[in-house]
């Protein structure tokens, strides 16, 4: 029935701890060494996502616009950490970069999808602002830290070639050419991937949700095509301005290239 769903109480919560206990038992059995990093994994995932939970419920009910943009800020600086923790790299400082291009992408990308397309009054509403700008985060974060990760590998594994372009006259656009659209296509290619397989391979969780929520399935498939959209463009967009910044810090004043 539209508009009906069915709870979840505690002690089922508990019996879907027993999906976890398959990688942990898997973990021990074949000397993987990740039963910590599962349990770990499994008490943030409960601490973190009721914390959320019980925030979001507090900010609903004030309807403030200061706490859903520090709500909002606060989730793009923890992605730009978790970035940081993935990549790598300690010749090149591409922290500040990071930053401005995820506060810029994901503002950008969120304002255009609650205030325009979805036509949230107001643009902030914590309703849509906070869930939205959540996946554009999510997903652009990963997109960074590949396209970033994949970067640096290159320039590191072809220094020769980019030192030979250099050396020929080039400046550091032309010698790190390859390696920027090769960074820019590996951080893409998830998002689009994703798009090939939405409806046939899976039922993304947004819709899922919405349907589990009693949600119309013809108003969650619009949600979703929304959804799908916007996570391209914003990891287009977000590795588009990271690699942009970048790229510069990772040649000095006298054109050498600085990643070891």
Not at 177 to 199: D, H, Q, T, W, Y
Request: proline share 3%.
């Amino acid at each position: 029935m539209n508009g009906a769903y069915m709870q979840i109480s505690v002690w089922q919560l508990g019996v879907a701890l027993l999906l976890v206990a398959v990688a942990g038992i898997a973990s021990v059995v074949y000397e993987l060494r990740l039963q910590k990093d599962i349990a770990v994994g499994t008490v943030r995932t409960f601490a973190q996502l009721f914390a959320m939970g019980y925030l979001l419920k507090i900010i609903f009910n004030l309807n403030s616009a200061l706490l859903v943009m520090a709500v909002y800020l606060c989730m793009t600086y923890f992605s730009v950490r978790i970035i940081k923790g993935r990549v790598k790299e300690k010749s090149v400082d591409y922290y500040a970069p990071t930053m401005l291009s995820v506060m810029v992408s994901y503002s950008l990308v969120t304002f255009l999808v609650t205030g325009v397309i979805i036509g949230a009054d107001p643009w902030w509403s914590p309703q849509y602002f906070i869930p939205i700008g959540g996946m554009v985060a999510g997903n652009s974060m990963n997109a960074l830290a590949i396209c970033l990760e994949r970067f640096f590998s290159e320039l590191r594994g072809r220094r020769d070639e980019v030192e030979m372009m250099l050396c020929l006259g080039g400046d550091f656009r032309e010698a790190s050419r390859e390696m920027f659209r090769n960074a820019l296509k590996a951080g893409m290619i998830p998002s689009i991937n994703s798009m090939m397989g939405v409806g046939i391979v899976s039922i993304p969780g947004m819709m899922t949700g919405q349907i589990l929520a009693g949600a119309d399935p013809a108003d969650a498939v619009r949600y979703q095509i929304v959804v799908m959209l916007m996570i391209v463009a914003a990891t287009a967009l977000s590795s588009l301005l990271v690699l942009h910044l970048v790229r510069r810090r990772c040649f000095g004043p006298a054109m050498n290239l600085l990643t070891r």
